[in-house]
């Protein structure tokens, strides 16, 4: 396994993590945000689930450094995917 594909491993397991131990201390709820939460979630899941059985080897680094990027927004953002996606100003 090359050291990229470590990290974004790595990276998706933490955003994956960050994401399902998110508390709202106060901010409402709305079902449409914690379904996306839900998506995005089971989507990092997999994909890191699939790194370990079958590395790949064909796919552009370009969406590698997306999934990378991706990840770290949700980790600065402490999981808040209302923030994520331009919603929730100033709730953490």
């Known amino acids: 396994m090359n050291p990229l594909t470590l990290l974004l491993l790595i990276t ?11 508390r709202r201390n106060g901010a409402r709820f709305r079902r449409h945000i914690s379904v996306l939460a839900w998506f995005i979630a ?5 994909s ?10 064909d796919t552009p680094r370009g969406i590698d450094v997306l999934i990378l ?8 953002d402490k999981g808040n995917v209302a923030r994520l996606f331009g919603g929730g100003h100033g709730t953490y």
């Open 42 to 46: 089971v989507c990092l899941t997999g």
């Open 12 to 22: 998706m397991l933490a955003a994956t993590g960050r994401i399902l131990f998110y």
């Open 69 to 76: 990027l991706l990840c770290v927004r949700i980790w600065r």
């Open 48 to 57: 890191a689930i699939g790194l370990l059985i079958r590395p790949y080897h």
